[in-house]
């Protein structure tokens, strides 16, 4: 690397010309905006040497086959310096898939890039995939280091529609050392693509310095939904549930830790008489509000406020409160299988 060269980044998005460089390790990377970020130079990948013409403008990322043989040179070359120490948290498995957009300031025409998050001191065998009428399409079939992000691919939004349904596989080892055996993981995910329309939906997150989407996988060894169990499986199961004794211990419940808000007038008022759907309405809100303002310093609080399918008006406000007053904090349907389809759970940010 010397100055001159055109760089990009392979742990985060971003990139720009080499400027200089401060000591033998760090190099001074000029991005788009003109500013100049120091940058370890074992995490960049030189994409167009300093007498190539293409050096003059900020480039759109490189192809996946370009970002894969980095990372490939990356884990062979890596200087002793710059590899990872394992921590403890990492013996249990946590991966993420991140979707970050190319220019968030242009969603309605910008690509998207797609980052695999290995949470871990492991190394994962994977398998990226997607599901059409047809079929599953393998979009990406690699290795990701432990502790590191891998650049998966970049689609444009035409691709949606066709990434609703995605699925990873992996196992995970390590290398020159023994580990505790870990599940061969097959997880499927429901991608909303309209989320991808949406500037609220790209959120800051603890593994990129841009926003992001982020799809838990695993989270410390447990799937976020794992689709493993054959119909003979359930057959079993079944038969092994006829064969229980009727009576069984009941055990105690835990306390959820989610504050649980019933926002039906029926719960907040006993008397209703005299009152109009406005008032009422107004009643609802007033007492969000409350919960929110109490609560708004609760760093991480799930709130589930329930408020009903009906016709949608109090659903609205609702929504409505949070984007206006409350854009900070994260919100999204709570569990049907809990709630239906009648409940917003907040999480204060």
């Known amino acids: 690397m010397k100055t001159g060269d055109k760089v990009r980044f392979l742990n985060t998005t971003g990139g720009g010309i080499v400027k200089g460089f401060q000591g033998k390790d760090i190099a001074l990377v000029e991005d788009e905006d003109g500013f100049d970020i120091p940058v370890l130079i074992c995490e960049c990948v030189v994409i167009a040497p300093a007498n190539d013409e293409r050096v003059r403008q900020i480039s759109k990322p490189p192809t996946t086959d370009v970002r894969q043989q980095a990372v490939k040179d990356k884990a062979e070359d890596r200087p002793e310096d710059c590899k990872t120490e394992e921590a403890k948290e990492g013996e249990q498995l946590s991966v993420f898939l991140a979707y970050l957009p190319v220019d968030i300031k242009n969603l309605s025409k910008t690509s998207f890039e797609c980052y695999l998050v290995n949470d871990s001191n492991y190394y994962l065998s994977f398998n990226y995939m997607s599901r059409s009428d047809k079929g599953w399409t393998s979009r990406n079939t690699n290795v990701i280091e432990p502790n590191t992000k891998l650049f998966i691919e970049e689609f444009d939004k035409t691709e949606l529609n066709d990434m609703e349904h995605i699925c990873l596989q992996f196992f995970a080892y390590k290398k020159g050392k023994t580990f505790a055996l870990k599940n061969a993981y097959s997880v499927e995910m429901h991608i909303v693509p309209v989320k991808f329309y949406k500037l609220h939906s790209f959120r800051e997150n603890d593994f990129f310095e841009d926003e992001a989407i982020i799809y838990p996988i695993v989270n410390h060894d447990l799937a976020e939904k794992e689709f493993i169990i054959s119909a003979e499986e359930i057959e079993i199961a079944i038969k092994q549930k006829e064969r229980l004794p009727r009576i069984q211990p009941v055990a105690k419940k835990e306390k959820s830790a989610i504050l649980e808000i019933d926002l039906h007038a029926n719960e907040l008022l006993d008397n209703m008489n005299g009152l109009s ?22 760093k991480g609080r799930k709130i589930v406020f329930i408020h009903g399918k009906g016709n949608g008006v109090l659903k609205n406000a609702v929504l409505k409160e949070l984007n206006m007053n409350y854009k900070s904090a994260y919100y999204q349907d709570a569990s049907f299988s809990e709630y239906g389809y009648g409940a917003t759970m907040v999480t204060i940010k």
Request: charged share 45%; glycine share 4%.
């Open 277 to 298: 759907s406005g008032d009422i309405l107004e009643y609802q809100l007033k007492k969000f509000r409350e919960t929110m303002d109490e609560n708004k310093r609760s």
